[in-house]
């Protein structure tokens, strides 16, 4: 059984946020001071995900990413995600953090059954590391990845959002950590998602990227990876690891977009920038089973065809990733 989209497109991958809460203010993912906290009873519990993810996953859905906010932050998420890793029909279980609490949880985690981490990582500088996130300590994920490594965990995909005059200057700094740890890097264009003043400012386009790392290293594009999501994905010739660019403003990818995200407050989303959006928390907590499914089944076939992202931001509503479940 398969979730099939109005495009002929086979949806089957849920980006599952399971708090707003972050430990982190990053300049491009939310305010300096915040996003307003919700009350106990806005927030999903976990049977509400459980019960969210079962019903996804039985209409097709294999792969889902918990994220957050900082998804470490939340009480409990390990027993959670050790529930959600048993689910039957689950075939891969990954988790987005920013890997400040991930030393002390990533032996927990690899025993919870989560098979990969996604880490957020915008600077191996300490100064342009604080800045970006307002006050976050790098070395603490660098410790986080090495305890990963430790608890058998496979080598992580590192997330970097480039911005021009910030880090770009640490792009090859970046290819360079993924030949040494034998990980993915993945350079991901600056979005417009809060329409900041000035944004184009520090707007590096993918193929700049590409050609600043093709000067120093050789690479080879890797096609039909699984999991590769909206990555051009390359590997080095000469080396372990490799590198993906992931360019949501200058190259869209909606034709092969095979993803919902449902935030922590029960909202499903079936693109970050388009408006249509399913209100789950009242099917869940006063619905029946069958009414998720049809539900999820006509969320999913009203899904767009392309819905497009400019640089100029001009064609979505402003919003924090954060509470989005980037």
Known sequence: MKLIDAHGRAISYLRLSVT?????????????DGVAKASHDDI???????????????LGIEKVRVTGGEPLVRRGV??????????????????????????????DL????????NVSLDSLRPETFSAITRGGDVTAVLRGLDAAERAGLPPPKL?????????????????????????????????????AEGWQNHFVPGEEIYRRITARYDLEP??????????RLYRFTD????????SAVSGHFCASCNRIRVTARGVARS????????????????????DVEAALRSFVRAKPGHHLMTPDGAHHKPFAMSGIGG
């Open 20 to 32: 707003d809460r972050c430990n982190l203010r990053c300049s491009y993912c939310m305010p300096a």
């Open 159 to 195: 997330n970097v959002v480039v911005m021009k005059g910030v880090n770009d200057d640490e792009i090859l700094d970046f290819t360079a950590l993924a030949r040494e740890r034998g990980c993915t890097v993945r350079f991901i264009e600056y979005m417009p998602t809060s329409r």
């Open 222 to 231: 890797i096609t039909g990876g699984q999991g590769a999501g909206p990555a």
């Open 78 to 107: 390990v027993p959670f995600l050790a529930r959600m890793s048993a689910i039957p029909g689950l075939n891969f279980l990954v988790l987005t953090t920013n890997g400040i609490l991930l030393e002390g949880l990533a032996a």
């Open 44 to 58: 999903l519990r976990f049977e509400e995900l459980l019960q969210i993810t079962e019903i996804a996953v039985s």
């Open 271 to 290: 693109c970050l920038f388009a408006d249509n959006a399913l209100d789950l928390k009242p099917l869940l907590r006063e619905g029946t089973r069958s």
């Open 110 to 117: 690899a025993a919870a059954g989560v098979q990969r981490l």
């Open 239 to 246: 080396a372990p690891g490799g590198i993906g660019i992931i």
